[in-house]
Nanobody, 123 residues
Framework: QVQLVESGGGLVQAGGSLRLSCAAS????????MGWGRQAPGKQRELVAA???????RYEDSVKGRFTISRDNANNTVYLQMNSLKPEDTAVYYC?????????????????WGQGTQVTVSS
């Protein structure tokens, strides 16, 4: 089993920045790709950024150029730097991890999810 713990959410004004962190523990050696998903009220969960163990990345169109995903393999940690935040980025953000070898942005490809951290962007 893999446990994922997110941190770094909060309240920020539009145009501001936040950095999310996610630490993986347990049988983390089985993980290849990691990602960040989000779910806004009344909407489906979506993956917005993913990264493979080799560092390849993929982003959902709405966050391209604003969000950057990175990871520290030695410490089983993944980060999401979010810049130029918009009110529509408001959601609960979840860390995801999976055995897939490529950075998919389909949330069904991931095996493990964290509990989530709230990000609220005020206008």
């Amino acid at each position: 089993q893999v446990q994922l713990v997110e941190s770094g959410g909060g309240l920020v004004q539009a145009g501001g920045s936040l950095r999310l962190s996610c630490a993986a523990s347990g049988t983390a050696a089985t993980i290849n790709s990691m990602g960040w998903g989000r779910q806004a009220p009344g909407k489906q969960r979506e993956l917005v950024a993913a990264i493979s163990s080799g560092g390849s990345t993929r982003y959902e169109d709405s966050v391209k150029g604003r969000f950057t995903i990175s990871r520290d393999n030695a410490n089983n940690t993944v980060y999401l730097q979010m810049n130029s935040l918009k009110p529509e980025d408001t959601a609960v953000y979840y860390c995801a991890a999976g055995k897939i070898s490529y950075p998919s942005i389909l949330f069904s490809r991931y095996d493990y999810w964290g509990q989530g951290t709230q990000v609220t962007v005020s206008s």
